[in-house]
Protein backbone atom coordinates (compact mmCIF):
# COMPACT_ATOMS: atom_id res chain seq x y z
CA UNK A 1 0.00 0.00 0.00
CA UNK A 2 1.42 3.34 -1.11
CA UNK A 3 0.91 6.75 0.65
CA UNK A 4 -1.56 7.62 -1.17
CA UNK A 5 -3.70 4.69 -0.76
CA UNK A 6 -2.73 4.84 3.07
CA UNK A 7 -3.74 7.99 3.22
CA UNK A 8 -7.37 7.59 1.89
CA UNK A 9 -7.94 4.28 4.51
CA UNK A 10 -7.18 6.88 7.20
CA UNK A 11 -9.80 9.40 5.89
CA UNK A 12 -12.49 7.28 6.07
CA UNK A 13 -11.52 5.91 9.36
CA UNK A 14 -11.45 9.93 10.63
CA UNK A 15 -14.99 9.95 8.91
CA UNK A 16 -16.57 7.42 10.36
CA UNK A 17 -18.73 8.95 12.68
CA UNK A 18 -19.81 11.23 10.23
CA UNK A 19 -20.53 7.83 7.65
CA UNK A 20 -22.52 6.87 10.78
CA UNK A 21 -24.42 9.91 11.14
CA UNK A 22 -25.55 10.30 7.71
CA UNK A 23 -26.80 6.71 7.85
CA UNK A 24 -28.75 7.01 10.40
CA UNK A 25 -30.14 10.04 9.47
CA UNK A 26 -31.00 8.90 6.12
CA UNK A 27 -32.74 5.56 7.85
CA UNK A 28 -34.51 8.02 10.40
CA UNK A 29 -36.36 9.56 7.32
CA UNK A 30 -39.47 7.16 6.11
CA UNK A 31 -38.79 7.41 2.05
CA UNK A 32 -40.82 5.55 0.69
CA UNK A 33 -42.20 6.05 -3.03
CA UNK A 34 -43.31 9.30 -3.62
CA UNK A 35 -42.30 10.31 -0.21
CA UNK A 36 -38.61 11.01 -0.87
CA UNK A 37 -38.04 14.75 -0.67
CA UNK A 38 -37.00 14.98 2.46
CA UNK A 39 -33.82 12.17 2.25
CA UNK A 40 -33.07 13.69 -0.97
CA UNK A 41 -32.74 17.73 0.69
CA UNK A 42 -30.27 15.68 3.02
CA UNK A 43 -28.05 14.46 0.49
CA UNK A 44 -28.24 17.51 -1.40
CA UNK A 45 -26.98 19.52 1.33
CA UNK A 46 -24.25 16.94 2.47
CA UNK A 47 -23.34 17.05 -1.35
CA UNK A 48 -23.07 20.55 -1.05
CA UNK A 49 -20.61 20.27 2.11
CA UNK A 50 -18.43 18.73 -0.16
CA UNK A 51 -18.57 21.83 -2.56
CA UNK A 52 -20.34 20.03 -5.42
CA UNK A 53 -21.97 21.08 -8.36
CA UNK A 54 -25.47 20.54 -7.13
CA UNK A 55 -28.19 19.82 -9.55
CA UNK A 56 -31.81 19.26 -7.68
CA UNK A 57 -34.47 18.81 -10.20
CA UNK A 58 -37.99 17.41 -10.76
CA UNK A 59 -38.03 14.35 -13.26
CA UNK A 60 -40.69 15.64 -15.78
CA UNK A 61 -43.53 13.02 -16.26
CA UNK A 62 -44.14 13.60 -19.77
CA UNK A 63 -40.84 13.09 -20.96
CA UNK A 64 -40.39 10.59 -18.83
CA UNK A 65 -43.67 8.82 -19.86
CA UNK A 66 -42.60 8.71 -23.61
CA UNK A 67 -39.75 7.33 -23.40
CA UNK A 68 -39.32 3.40 -24.91
CA UNK A 69 -37.96 2.48 -21.20
CA UNK A 70 -40.69 4.14 -19.07
CA UNK A 71 -42.14 1.76 -16.41
CA UNK A 72 -46.06 2.87 -15.95
CA UNK A 73 -46.03 2.88 -12.31
CA UNK A 74 -49.19 5.06 -11.35
CA UNK A 75 -47.28 7.50 -9.55
CA UNK A 76 -46.26 10.97 -10.78
CA UNK A 77 -42.74 12.58 -10.01
CA UNK A 78 -44.07 15.58 -8.45
CA UNK A 79 -42.13 17.15 -5.62
CA UNK A 80 -39.66 13.54 -5.99
CA UNK A 81 -36.57 15.39 -6.92
CA UNK A 82 -33.70 13.64 -8.01
CA UNK A 83 -29.91 15.12 -6.60
CA UNK A 84 -26.65 15.27 -8.69
CA UNK A 85 -23.48 16.41 -7.31
CA UNK A 86 -20.53 16.57 -9.43
CA UNK A 87 -17.24 16.88 -7.99
CA UNK A 88 -15.30 18.39 -11.61
CA UNK A 89 -11.64 16.59 -12.19
CA UNK A 90 -8.44 18.91 -13.87
CA UNK A 91 -9.28 17.25 -17.39
CA UNK A 92 -8.00 14.21 -19.05
CA UNK A 93 -9.30 11.56 -17.17
CA UNK A 94 -12.14 8.79 -17.45
CA UNK A 95 -15.70 10.07 -15.74
CA UNK A 96 -17.61 7.79 -13.04
CA UNK A 97 -20.94 8.32 -11.58
CA UNK A 98 -21.60 6.50 -8.58
CA UNK A 99 -25.69 5.98 -8.02
CA UNK A 100 -27.98 5.71 -5.24
CA UNK A 101 -31.42 5.17 -4.83
CA UNK A 102 -33.28 6.55 -1.51
CA UNK A 103 -36.54 5.21 -1.96
CA UNK A 104 -37.53 2.03 0.23
CA UNK A 105 -40.37 -0.76 0.21
CA UNK A 106 -43.12 -0.56 2.69
CA UNK A 107 -42.15 -1.66 6.44
CA UNK A 108 -45.02 -4.40 6.68
CA UNK A 109 -46.88 -4.67 10.25
CA UNK A 110 -44.41 -2.61 12.27
CA UNK A 111 -45.36 -4.58 15.50
CA UNK A 112 -43.35 -7.79 13.35
CA UNK A 113 -40.16 -5.57 14.04
CA UNK A 114 -38.05 -6.01 17.19
CA UNK A 115 -35.78 -2.82 16.24
CA UNK A 116 -38.19 0.74 15.02
CA UNK A 117 -38.29 0.36 11.28
CA UNK A 118 -37.24 4.35 11.05
CA UNK A 119 -35.09 4.29 14.14
CA UNK A 120 -31.59 3.58 12.79
CA UNK A 121 -30.79 2.00 15.85
CA UNK A 122 -27.11 0.73 15.89
CA UNK A 123 -26.78 -2.51 17.65
CA UNK A 124 -23.26 -4.30 17.68
CA UNK A 125 -22.04 -2.63 15.00
CA UNK A 126 -25.51 -3.12 12.79
CA UNK A 127 -27.49 -0.38 11.70
CA UNK A 128 -30.98 -1.26 11.58
CA UNK A 129 -34.38 -0.07 9.50
CA UNK A 130 -36.10 0.01 6.12
CA UNK A 131 -33.65 0.49 3.54
CA UNK A 132 -30.39 0.47 5.57
CA UNK A 133 -28.82 -2.21 3.27
CA UNK A 134 -30.93 -1.59 0.14
CA UNK A 135 -29.58 1.02 -0.43
CA UNK A 136 -28.67 3.90 2.25
CA UNK A 137 -25.78 1.93 3.28
CA UNK A 138 -24.63 2.73 -0.49
CA UNK A 139 -25.72 5.75 -0.58
CA UNK A 140 -23.42 6.52 2.41
CA UNK A 141 -21.08 5.10 0.43
CA UNK A 142 -20.95 7.14 -2.82
CA UNK A 143 -20.50 10.44 -0.43
CA UNK A 144 -17.92 9.13 1.65
CA UNK A 145 -15.59 8.01 -1.26
CA UNK A 146 -15.24 11.56 -2.09
CA UNK A 147 -15.32 12.99 1.68
CA UNK A 148 -12.44 10.78 1.88
CA UNK A 149 -10.78 11.78 -1.30
CA UNK A 150 -11.02 15.08 -0.47
CA UNK A 151 -9.84 14.76 3.60
CA UNK A 152 -7.10 13.16 1.80
CA UNK A 153 -6.18 16.16 -0.27
CA UNK A 154 -6.19 14.38 -3.58
CA UNK A 155 -7.65 15.91 -6.87
CA UNK A 156 -8.56 14.16 -9.92
CA UNK A 157 -8.20 14.41 -13.47
CA UNK A 158 -12.11 12.57 -14.07
CA UNK A 159 -15.25 13.81 -13.35
CA UNK A 160 -17.42 11.99 -10.27
CA UNK A 161 -21.10 12.20 -10.69
CA UNK A 162 -22.76 11.21 -7.16
CA UNK A 163 -26.04 10.42 -8.38
CA UNK A 164 -28.84 10.11 -5.89
CA UNK A 165 -32.18 9.11 -7.15
CA UNK A 166 -36.37 8.54 -6.44
CA UNK A 167 -38.09 5.16 -7.86
CA UNK A 168 -35.44 2.64 -8.06
CA UNK A 169 -37.80 0.30 -6.16
CA UNK A 170 -40.86 1.16 -8.47
CA UNK A 171 -38.82 0.43 -11.72
CA UNK A 172 -36.23 2.54 -11.95
CA UNK A 173 -37.73 6.09 -13.59
CA UNK A 174 -35.39 7.82 -11.54
CA UNK A 175 -32.32 6.86 -13.26
CA UNK A 176 -33.68 7.06 -16.46
CA UNK A 177 -34.53 10.88 -15.29
CA UNK A 178 -30.79 11.34 -14.66
CA UNK A 179 -29.67 9.49 -17.95
CA UNK A 180 -32.25 12.17 -20.17
CA UNK A 181 -30.80 15.05 -18.18
CA UNK A 182 -27.55 13.88 -19.81
CA UNK A 183 -26.13 12.29 -17.09
CA UNK A 184 -23.64 9.78 -18.77
CA UNK A 185 -19.59 8.75 -17.82
CA UNK A 186 -17.55 6.91 -18.66
CA UNK A 187 -18.58 4.04 -16.19
CA UNK A 188 -20.84 3.31 -13.13
CA UNK A 189 -21.30 1.93 -10.05
CA UNK A 190 -24.71 1.55 -8.35
CA UNK A 191 -23.60 0.50 -5.16
CA UNK A 192 -26.62 -1.87 -4.27
CA UNK A 193 -26.05 -4.78 -1.69
CA UNK A 194 -24.48 -6.91 -4.00
CA UNK A 195 -21.73 -7.61 -1.24
CA UNK A 196 -17.95 -7.33 -1.71
CA UNK A 197 -17.13 -10.40 -3.64
CA UNK A 198 -19.68 -10.13 -6.64
CA UNK A 199 -19.99 -7.73 -9.14
CA UNK A 200 -23.27 -7.78 -11.08
CA UNK A 201 -22.74 -7.35 -14.54
CA UNK A 202 -25.97 -7.62 -16.10
CA UNK A 203 -29.58 -8.04 -15.21
CA UNK A 204 -32.90 -9.92 -16.39
CA UNK A 205 -35.59 -8.32 -18.28
CA UNK A 206 -39.08 -8.57 -16.79
CA UNK A 207 -42.62 -7.84 -17.28
CA UNK A 208 -45.76 -8.37 -15.26
CA UNK A 209 -48.74 -10.06 -16.88
CA UNK A 210 -52.51 -10.09 -15.95
CA UNK A 211 -54.45 -13.38 -17.57
CA UNK A 212 -58.08 -13.11 -17.02
CA UNK A 213 -60.68 -16.41 -16.98
CA UNK A 214 -63.96 -16.48 -17.35
CA UNK A 215 -66.52 -18.72 -15.13
CA UNK A 216 -70.35 -18.87 -14.66
CA UNK A 217 -71.00 -17.42 -11.26
CA UNK A 218 -74.06 -18.76 -9.61
CA UNK A 219 -75.00 -20.50 -5.81
CA UNK A 220 -72.64 -23.52 -4.94
CA UNK A 221 -75.91 -25.37 -4.90
CA UNK A 222 -75.48 -25.40 -8.80
CA UNK A 223 -71.74 -26.10 -8.50
CA UNK A 224 -72.17 -29.35 -11.12
CA UNK A 225 -73.78 -27.40 -13.39
CA UNK A 226 -71.41 -24.52 -14.09
CA UNK A 227 -68.05 -23.85 -14.63
CA UNK A 228 -65.87 -22.95 -11.35
CA UNK A 229 -63.12 -19.99 -12.88
CA UNK A 230 -61.33 -21.05 -10.35
CA UNK A 231 -60.48 -24.71 -12.06
CA UNK A 232 -60.34 -22.74 -15.32
CA UNK A 233 -57.48 -20.36 -13.54
CA UNK A 234 -55.61 -23.64 -12.00
CA UNK A 235 -55.39 -25.11 -15.48
CA UNK A 236 -53.47 -21.56 -16.91
CA UNK A 237 -51.75 -21.98 -13.63
CA UNK A 238 -50.21 -25.01 -14.48
CA UNK A 239 -49.56 -24.02 -18.42
CA UNK A 240 -47.52 -21.44 -16.78
CA UNK A 241 -45.41 -24.00 -14.56
CA UNK A 242 -45.14 -26.05 -17.47
CA UNK A 243 -44.48 -23.27 -20.38
CA UNK A 244 -41.80 -21.96 -16.96
CA UNK A 245 -40.21 -25.60 -17.26
CA UNK A 246 -39.85 -25.35 -21.34
CA UNK A 247 -37.92 -22.36 -20.70
CA UNK A 248 -35.35 -23.47 -18.13
CA UNK A 249 -34.72 -26.28 -20.63
CA UNK A 250 -33.90 -23.96 -23.47
CA UNK A 251 -32.37 -20.94 -22.39
CA UNK A 252 -28.63 -20.27 -20.36
CA UNK A 253 -26.16 -17.86 -20.17
CA UNK A 254 -22.63 -17.99 -17.94
CA UNK A 255 -23.40 -15.56 -15.72
CA UNK A 256 -26.03 -16.96 -14.51
CA UNK A 257 -24.81 -20.76 -14.07
CA UNK A 258 -25.44 -21.82 -10.67
CA UNK A 259 -26.54 -19.22 -9.21
CA UNK A 260 -30.33 -20.05 -8.33
CA UNK A 261 -32.08 -23.35 -9.05
CA UNK A 262 -34.51 -21.13 -11.00
CA UNK A 263 -32.62 -19.47 -14.01
CA UNK A 264 -35.01 -17.71 -15.35
CA UNK A 265 -37.83 -16.47 -13.34
CA UNK A 266 -41.68 -17.24 -15.08
CA UNK A 267 -45.02 -17.72 -12.73
CA UNK A 268 -48.00 -16.90 -11.82
CA UNK A 269 -47.99 -15.45 -8.06
CA UNK A 270 -50.97 -13.69 -7.17
CA UNK A 271 -54.63 -15.25 -7.63
CA UNK A 272 -57.76 -13.68 -7.17
CA UNK A 273 -61.16 -14.73 -7.77
CA UNK A 274 -64.93 -14.67 -5.83
CA UNK A 275 -66.64 -12.11 -3.96
CA UNK A 276 -68.66 -14.46 -1.84
CA UNK A 277 -68.30 -17.75 0.66
CA UNK A 278 -70.95 -19.12 -0.95
CA UNK A 279 -71.45 -18.60 -4.71
CA UNK A 280 -69.03 -19.41 -7.86
CA UNK A 281 -67.38 -16.60 -9.05
CA UNK A 282 -67.67 -15.57 -12.80
CA UNK A 283 -64.09 -14.77 -13.09
CA UNK A 284 -60.64 -15.50 -11.93
CA UNK A 285 -57.72 -13.09 -12.43
CA UNK A 286 -53.88 -14.26 -12.24
CA UNK A 287 -50.67 -11.81 -12.10
CA UNK A 288 -47.21 -12.96 -12.77
CA UNK A 289 -44.06 -12.18 -14.44
CA UNK A 290 -42.07 -13.37 -17.15
CA UNK A 291 -38.53 -12.65 -17.30
CA UNK A 292 -35.53 -13.04 -20.01
CA UNK A 293 -31.84 -13.57 -19.68
CA UNK A 294 -29.05 -10.67 -21.53
CA UNK A 295 -28.83 -11.55 -25.05
CA UNK A 296 -32.81 -12.04 -25.49
CA UNK A 297 -35.43 -9.81 -26.39
CA UNK A 298 -38.17 -9.31 -23.45
CA UNK A 299 -40.55 -8.44 -25.97
CA UNK A 300 -40.01 -11.22 -28.29
CA UNK A 301 -40.15 -13.41 -25.28
CA UNK A 302 -43.99 -12.18 -24.08
CA UNK A 303 -45.03 -13.10 -28.09
CA UNK A 304 -43.70 -16.59 -28.18
CA UNK A 305 -45.86 -16.69 -24.39
CA UNK A 306 -48.72 -14.92 -25.59
CA UNK A 307 -48.94 -17.46 -28.31
CA UNK A 308 -48.17 -20.32 -25.80
CA UNK A 309 -51.68 -19.26 -24.23
CA UNK A 310 -53.72 -18.82 -27.18
CA UNK A 311 -52.54 -22.73 -28.00
CA UNK A 312 -53.51 -23.79 -24.44
CA UNK A 313 -56.54 -22.23 -24.74
CA UNK A 314 -57.34 -23.65 -28.05
CA UNK A 315 -56.77 -26.99 -27.10
CA UNK A 316 -59.17 -26.62 -23.89
CA UNK A 317 -63.05 -27.23 -24.19
CA UNK A 318 -64.67 -24.31 -22.53
CA UNK A 319 -61.39 -21.72 -22.95
CA UNK A 320 -61.20 -22.23 -26.64
CA UNK A 321 -65.21 -20.90 -26.37
CA UNK A 322 -64.19 -18.39 -23.85
CA UNK A 323 -61.31 -17.16 -24.53
CA UNK A 324 -58.80 -15.81 -21.79
CA UNK A 325 -58.01 -11.88 -21.78
CA UNK A 326 -53.82 -11.63 -21.50
CA UNK A 327 -53.21 -8.37 -20.67
CA UNK A 328 -49.17 -6.85 -20.12
CA UNK A 329 -49.27 -4.36 -17.17
CA UNK A 330 -46.63 -2.28 -14.22
CA UNK A 331 -43.06 -3.33 -14.32
CA UNK A 332 -40.86 -3.79 -17.02
CA UNK A 333 -37.53 -4.66 -18.13
CA UNK A 334 -35.28 -4.60 -20.58
CA UNK A 335 -32.48 -7.45 -20.52
CA UNK A 336 -29.13 -5.74 -20.53
CA UNK A 337 -25.36 -6.40 -20.13
CA UNK A 338 -21.76 -5.36 -20.14
CA UNK A 339 -18.54 -7.64 -20.75
CA UNK A 340 -16.83 -9.62 -17.54
CA UNK A 341 -13.82 -8.53 -18.41
CA UNK A 342 -14.54 -4.87 -19.43
CA UNK A 343 -12.22 -2.29 -17.38
CA UNK A 344 -14.73 -0.99 -15.03
CA UNK A 345 -15.03 -4.74 -13.94
CA UNK A 346 -11.09 -5.50 -13.87
CA UNK A 347 -10.60 -1.99 -12.12
CA UNK A 348 -13.38 -2.87 -8.75
CA UNK A 349 -11.74 -5.95 -9.22
CA UNK A 350 -8.01 -4.82 -9.11
CA UNK A 351 -8.98 -2.48 -6.25
CA UNK A 352 -10.73 -5.21 -3.94
CA UNK A 353 -7.78 -7.42 -4.01
CA UNK A 354 -5.66 -4.73 -3.05
CA UNK A 355 -7.76 -3.21 -0.33
CA UNK A 356 -9.68 -5.86 0.99
CA UNK A 357 -8.17 -9.35 0.00
CA UNK A 358 -11.07 -10.24 -1.86
CA UNK A 359 -11.01 -10.28 -6.25
CA UNK A 360 -15.09 -10.59 -6.56
CA UNK A 361 -16.31 -12.36 -9.03
CA UNK A 362 -18.83 -11.26 -11.99
CA UNK A 363 -22.02 -12.80 -12.22
CA UNK A 364 -25.67 -11.97 -13.60
CA UNK A 365 -28.01 -9.69 -11.57
CA UNK A 366 -31.67 -9.51 -11.44
CA UNK A 367 -33.55 -6.55 -12.23
CA UNK A 368 -32.49 -3.24 -11.70
CA UNK A 369 -31.38 -0.12 -12.95
CA UNK A 370 -28.44 -0.99 -14.80
CA UNK A 371 -29.99 -1.67 -17.99
CA UNK A 372 -30.97 2.23 -17.97
CA UNK A 373 -27.41 3.80 -18.44
CA UNK A 374 -26.03 0.75 -20.76
CA UNK A 375 -28.84 0.77 -23.19
CA UNK A 376 -29.62 4.05 -23.35
CA UNK A 377 -26.71 6.18 -21.57
CA UNK A 378 -24.02 4.38 -23.61
CA UNK A 379 -22.32 4.27 -19.57
CA UNK A 380 -20.42 0.79 -18.98
CA UNK A 381 -22.44 0.19 -15.54
CA UNK A 382 -21.92 -2.81 -12.50
CA UNK A 383 -23.58 -3.25 -9.29
CA UNK A 384 -20.77 -3.61 -6.55
CA UNK A 385 -22.24 -1.93 -2.60
CA UNK A 386 -21.86 -3.01 0.53
CA UNK A 387 -24.00 -6.36 1.68
CA UNK A 388 -26.66 -5.65 4.19
CA UNK A 389 -29.09 -8.38 5.52
CA UNK A 390 -33.28 -8.82 5.72
CA UNK A 391 -33.61 -6.84 3.09
CA UNK A 392 -37.41 -5.79 1.93
CA UNK A 393 -37.95 -7.84 5.24
CA UNK A 394 -38.06 -7.51 9.13
CA UNK A 395 -35.25 -6.14 10.99
CA UNK A 396 -33.09 -5.11 7.82
CA UNK A 397 -29.44 -3.92 8.75
CA UNK A 398 -26.68 -3.06 7.34
CA UNK A 399 -23.05 -3.83 9.31
CA UNK A 400 -20.96 -0.40 9.30
CA UNK A 401 -17.64 -2.14 8.84
CA UNK A 402 -18.90 -3.22 5.42
CA UNK A 403 -20.17 0.48 4.67
CA UNK A 404 -16.31 1.55 5.43
CA UNK A 405 -14.91 -1.54 4.09
CA UNK A 406 -16.69 -0.86 0.44
CA UNK A 407 -16.02 3.21 0.33
CA UNK A 408 -12.23 1.95 0.97
CA UNK A 409 -12.76 -0.19 -2.29
CA UNK A 410 -15.05 2.56 -4.26
CA UNK A 411 -12.61 5.71 -3.27
CA UNK A 412 -9.66 3.03 -4.61
CA UNK A 413 -11.56 2.38 -8.23
CA UNK A 414 -12.61 6.24 -8.65
CA UNK A 415 -9.14 7.21 -7.75
CA UNK A 416 -7.62 4.65 -10.42
CA UNK A 417 -10.31 4.80 -12.76
CA UNK A 418 -10.67 8.99 -12.91
CA UNK A 419 -6.80 9.06 -12.12
CA UNK A 420 -4.82 11.65 -9.54
CA UNK A 421 -4.18 14.88 -10.95
CA UNK A 422 -0.80 16.33 -10.77
CA UNK A 423 -0.05 18.94 -7.81
Given at each position: ???T????????????????????D?????????????????????Y????????????N??????H???V??????????N???TW??????R?L????????V???P??T????P??????D????G???A????G??????CV?????????L?????????V?E????N?T?????????????????????????????????????V??Q????????Q???P???GM????A???Y???????V???LY?G??D????TG?????C??????IA??????????????ED???????FR?Y??E????D?????N??????F???F?????????????C?Q???E?????R???RG???CDL????????????LY????????S?D?F?D?E????C???????????CG???G
Amino acid sequence: MNDTHAAIEQAIEELREDALQLLQDLVRIPSLEGEERACQDLVAARYADLGLEIDYWTPNDEELAAHPAYVPTGFTYENRPNVVGTWHGTGGGRSLKLNGHVDVVPIGPPETWQYPPFGGELVDGRVYGRGAADMKGGCVVNWLCVAALQRAGLRLRGDVLLESVVDEEGGGNGTLAAVLRGYTADGCIFTEPTGLEEISVSNRGAQYFRITVNGQEGGTEYKHQLVNPIAVGMRIFEAVEDYSLMRESQVSHPLYKGIHDTLVPTGICKFHCGEWPSTIASQAVLEGTIECLPGEDIHAIKRDFRRYIEEVARRDPWLRENPPKMEWFGLWFDAAEIAPDHALVRCIQDAAEATIGTRPKPRGGGGCDLRLPVLYGDTPSVLYGPAGAMIHSTDEFIDLEEVLRCAKVIARVTLDWCGQAEG
